[in-house]
């Protein structure tokens, strides 16, 4: 219960635009997001976004990326505009409960290469 299917990855080129999706199923999450890890780095947060709709974004994608979601679905979005190859990275769907439990997706290749 409660697993994060994830979809929308793929290769680009600098300059383009990716939409990522994740749908929930089982259980109503409290915040959705995103996280990536690039070869040899932590995994770090891109975005993240409340059931109210308050997101917040990492400075490195601010102005570029958009997260979104739509309760109705459960499901949650990533718009990434304006890719750079330091962009390329494993995106992971995140996922939290009130209570605190948390749900990780299978992850997603996203590579930004001319």
């Known amino acids: 219960q409660g697993q994060l299917v994830e979809s929308g990855g793929g290769l680009v080129q600098p300059g383009e635009s990716l939409r990522l999706s994740c749908a929930a199923s089982?259980?109503?999450?409290?915040?959705m997001g995103w996280y990536r890890q690039a070869p040899g780095k932590q995994r770090e947060l891109v975005a993240a976004i409340s059931r109210g709709g308050s997101a917040n974004y990492a400075d490195f994608v601010k102005g570029r990326f958009t997260v979104s979601r739509d309760n109705a679905k459960n499901t949650v979005y990533l718009q990434m505009n304006s890719l750079k190859p330091e962009d390329t990275a494993v995106y992971y769907c995140?996922?939290?409960?009130?209570?605190?439990?948390?749900?990780w997706g299978q992850g997603t290749q996203v590579t930004v290469s001319s």
């Open positions: 995140h996922a939290r409960t009130i209570s605190g439990s948390q749900r």
């Open positions: 089982g259980i109503m999450f409290s915040t």
